[in-house]
């Protein structure tokens, strides 16, 4: 799986949208965009995926640059449950494909 | 969605015991499961890879005799920390990818703590 680059952390306001970044410029033509989020002590969530197309679900949405080399995951309205670290993983959908996790972005929402 | 669950979330046991921990899909069948564990702010590092009726295949460094994996059915594999010592101590985290979506779900994780 191609390696994904992630700011370490940031701070966003509550009520503010989050906009957070990931680098992956090594991504291959079938490997898909993949965000999940891990609140602390917890399993990760699942949040959204995308191939090359942007992405809206009821908790984000996801803009994938045209050259597919890096993307945005954006909450919308954060608020302070929203304090976890997300991690942006691309991978290929296919049988036994592992999930391999990088530092991931620490992301604290402030009232 | 798609539900995950282990057990125990949280277990302690003295030195030189063995622990099992269950993963289990409650409502779809996973051919494939894989198990993570996490130290403490650290992100998670993948342990191994199990199929179904079949022997688990295990990332380097981590040792097959000591992380007991079973996948005896679509809906359920389980690790056995044998002999555990303080230095296992951590949170293992499993996830199981859907026979027919091929998607991945996680579960609560286990924080298992060795005295």
């Known amino acids: 799986d191609a390696k994904t680059t992630q700011p370490t952390s940031m701070d966003c306001a509550e009520g503010r949208a989050a906009n957070l970044p990931c680098n992956h410029s090594?991504?291959?033509?079938?490997?898909?965009v993949y965000w999940y989020r891990q609140i602390h002590s917890q399993g990760p969530q699942y949040i959204i995926h995308?191939?090359?197309n942007n992405e809206t679900n009821e908790m984000a949405s996801l803009i994938i640059t045209e050259d597919r080399k890096s993307s945005t995951l954006i909450l919308p309205h954060a608020t302070l449950r929203d304090t976890a670290v997300y991690y942006c993983?691309?991978?290929?959908?296919?049988?036994?494909?592992?999930?391999?996790f990088g530092g991931g972005t620490r992301v604290l929402v402030k009232p | 969605g798609a539900v995950v669950s282990q057990h125990p979330s949280r277990v302690i046991c003295k030195s030189g015991t063995s622990v099992k921990i269950e993963c289990r899909s409650l409502?779809?069948?996973?051919?494939?499961m894989f198990w993570y564990r996490q130290f403490p702010k650290q992100s998670l590092m993948l342990m191994a890879t199990?199929?179904?009726?079949?022997?688990?295949?295990?990332e380097q460094g981590v040792e097959k005799d000591k992380f007991l994996i079973n996948h005896a059915s679509l809906t359920l594999s389980t690790l056995t920390v044998t002999s555990a010592h303080p230095e296992d101590s951590s949170f293992y985290i499993c996830?199981?990818?859907?026979?027919?979506?091929?998607?991945?779900?996680f579960g609560e994780g286990s924080r298992l703590t060795v005295l």
């Open positions: 996830s199981a990818r859907s026979y027919d979506t091929g998607e991945l779900f």
């Open positions: 090594t991504i291959s033509g079938n490997e898909y």
């Open positions: 995308g191939l090359k």
């Open positions: 993983i691309v991978r290929v959908k296919a049988a036994g494909n592992k999930l391999t």
């Open positions: 409502d779809f069948q996973a051919t494939t």
């Open positions: 199990s199929n179904e009726g079949s022997k688990a295949t295990y």
